[in-house]
């Protein structure tokens, strides 16, 4: 029985919510904890990091308990709820600092708060996306469900990209640091909110509609099964290395415009350069994707992407050298290579990974749509993680940083300083995803043709045994 709009609607819409949390977390708490409360920045790169080690033992064990999950609502969403109730409110935490803490004090409390909110968000994570091959019958629906979901996640993305320079402004009810500080604390409160009600929506419409039932693994033997997939392997180094190039960016972007192009004006540039680039990436998911894909295959359509995202960057990098950095119109141009491409590439990795599931079972004997999609959930914040100790780093080295002690207006940093933070959010990237297509293009297998044949065998397998 194929999904019903409600169904597909309502999956979606978790999407929403979901990776709205995420990017808030991902593009803005090193600002808000270097820039505004003054840790210093390779002690938050370090504390991001870390966590992201933590996460390697974490997320593949959150996929066993999923696994072994049986509840009359499923295994997903009992997860999916609590996992998203805890997380929105440590959401709210670690954007509500108390200002009493500094020092030490305040760096254990971004540590700690930070970690758990990994753990939660993992909770949540890995039974979303490992219900897609549970209740979608493989091919075209599929790809379309996993498709649709990245769309949204990229709705959900885009509009904290755009808008929270200007909404913490707004909330805050001003420009100095107290009021930033004020506004994340309150942006944090409304988002966390918003994310309980859309999951919600989202576990009381879906249900599970087919379900291998199989051994429940070890830690162990799931460690095994993901070394033995070698083509989820290859899909989760090509993922590391495209979001950490993303993630670079993102973190670099608000400091490039408040102190590269700087300016009084900087919020409503970077509000305008991002709603310009969070519109393309939408656009890249929900219409460059599919239309693409009547033209490309997959894997085609991931080597156009791979170029169009590295000649955006180059684009960008070379404008560095010029005025035209100045002009945000001008940045349109890099913008628009490096968001569409970002945008179909967050489809087509999913759409790889579930893949990968079926790869597995007809290779492995197991069907571990939690345990393959815990590792999408580790790699995509172990991006995060690299690309926030990456920025610290050029941060620290090129003392980009603004004085918290004082409400001073924001002044530009040296030539020096802003060549550095020109290059480390281009170079950096360039060479990640040269990377990612070198790796991609010798071990991937799994195109169009070689999928319909392993569910095809698959589905004789499974007559057989019964």
């Not at 929403?16 to 977390?25: A, C, I, P, Q, T």
């Not at 291998?212 to 090509?238: C, H, I, R, W, Y």
């Not at 170079?427 to 990377?435: F, M, N, Q, R, V």
């Amino acid at each position: 029985m194929k999904l019903s709009f409600r169904e597909k609607a309502s999956y979606g819409i978790g999407a929403v919510g979901k990776d709205m949390v995420y990017m808030l977390s991902a593009s803005y708490i090193l600002y808000y904890y270097q820039d505004l409360l003054g840790v210093k920045a390779v002690t938050m790169g370090i504390i991001l990091m870390a966590a992201r080690v933590f996460d390697a033992f974490n997320d593949p064990i959150m996929g066993v308990l999923v696994a072994k999950t049986k509840t009359r609502w499923g295994k997903f969403r009992p997860w999916l709820l609590m996992g998203t109730l805890l997380n929105a409110v440590l959401l709210y935490l670690m954007f509500s600092a108390p200002l009493s803490l500094e020092g030490k004090s305040l760096v254990a409390y971004a540590a700690i708060v930070y970690v758990m909110w990994g753990v939660t968000y993992t909770m949540m994570d890995i039974p979303y996306w490992s219900m897609i091959p549970a209740f979608t019958r493989g091919g075209k629906e599929r790809e379309g469900l996993t498709g649709l979901a990245r769309s949204c996640a990229g709705v959900g993305s885009a509009l904290i990209s755009i808008f929270t320079v200007m909404l913490v402004q707004a909330l805050g009810g001003g420009d100095k640091k107290a009021n930033e500080i004020e506004g994340f604390h309150m942006l944090a409160l409304i988002v966390a909110g918003i994310f309980i009600l859309f999951i919600l929506i989202t576990c009381l419409n879906i249900k599970e509609k087919s379900n291998v039932d199989m051994e429940t693994p070890s830690v162990g033997q799931m460690f095994k099964a993901l070394v033995q997939n070698d083509q989820a392997m290859t899909v989760v180094v090509a993922i590391v290395l495209i979001n950490c190039a993303m993630y670079i960016t993102s973190n670099l972007v608000i400091y490039f415009f408040k102190y590269a192009i700087a300016g009084n004006d900087w919020r409503a540039k970077f509000t305008l350069f991002f709603s310009f680039g969070g519109g393309i990436q939408i656009l890249g998911m929900m219409l460059f994707y599919p239309l693409l894909r009547k033209f490309f295959s997959t894997k085609k359509v991931f080597y156009v992407c791979m170029l169009a995202e590295m000649i955006g960057y180059g684009v960008l990098l070379l404008l560095t050298f010029t005025p035209a950095m100045n002009i945000v119109y001008v940045l349109f141009v890099p913008a628009f290579f490096i968001f569409a491409a970002s945008g179909v590439l967050q489809v087509l990795t999913t759409v790889f990974l579930a893949n990968t599931v079926d790869y597995g079972e007809l290779k492995n004997d197991r069907r571990d749509e939690s345990v393959i999609f815990s590792m999408q959930t580790f790699v995509v914040k172990l991006a995060s993680g690299l690309a926030a100790l990456i920025v610290s780093i050029c941060l620290s080295v090129f003392h980009i940083s603004s004085d918290t002690s004082t409400d001073t207006v924001v002044k530009a940093i040296n030539a020096t300083s802003k060549m550095g933070l020109c290059m480390t959010m281009t170079i950096l990237p360039i060479l990640g995803l040269i990377i990612a297509t070198i790796v991609f293009r010798k071990h991937f297998m799994l195109d169009e043709k070689k999928v319909e044949e392993i569910v095809s065998q698959i589905k004789e397998k499974r007559g057989a045994s019964e």
